[in-house]
């Protein structure tokens, strides 16, 4: 299966940067607050090229893009999926 399409079935969108950073990012409430997820590659500059990937995940507040939590990395991104149901 194609990974855009796995990360759509987890409801994260492809979304980028002016300046060419991308990551994947899916829209939450966190503690009562309008927030984001943000999944990028290990080196925090591109998307995971692979489930096996390592990955940096972010929950930041939506209005002032602060992190709400500490970013967390994991060692695959299957391994961060693992821990989400589909949505």
Known sequence: ?????????YG??????CSGFEWYMKRIEHKGAEAFITIT????????ES??????VNVSDLNSGNDLEAPQRFES??????????S
């Open 1 to 9: 299966m194609e990974l855009d399409k796995k990360m759509e079935e």
């Open 12 to 17: 994260f969108t492809i979304s980028s940067s």
């Open 41 to 48: 590659s290990d080196d925090e500059l591109h998307l995971p």
């Open 51 to 56: 489930l096996d990937e390592p990955v940096w």
């Open 77 to 86: 991104l299957k391994s961060y999926l693992d821990t989400l149901s589909p």
